[in-house]
């Protein structure tokens, strides 16, 4: 966490109402809580990742299936959700989020 409060320029309380309201997401991984790198632009969390976590945690995944997907290549999108978002491609990876319930 002192990492996130570090590259987010945000107190601790702020970070934490972060991740509450699903706009980062993270998981313990070997011991430390994490979140990946790439969820984080320009010292802000990725403004389309909010809405696709929350379809995803809908559709019954836990936060470490949603980092995985999102981390993962995925053959009907043709790149990692992650790198779609960061292209712009919001709708097409919740659409693909969708299917998965």
């Known amino acids: 966490m002192p990492d996130l409060v570090e590259v987010l320029n945000e107190p601790l309380g702020r970070v934490r109402r972060l991740l509450d309201e699903h706009q980062l997401i993270g998981s313990r991984r070997d011991g430390a809580f994490k979140v990946p790198s ?3 632009v320009d010292g802000h969390p990725l403004s389309s990742l909010r809405g696709t976590i929350i379809v ?5 995944f836990g936060d470490d299936e949603v980092i995985d997907w999102l981390l993962e290549v995925d053959d009907t999108i043709g790149i990692s959700p992650i790198d779609a978002l960061l292209q712009g491609r919001k709708s097409e990876v919740r659409r693909v989020a969708q299917t998965l319930a």
């Open 56 to 60: 995803l945690q809908d559709a019954g």
């Open 38 to 40: 790439i969820f984080i």
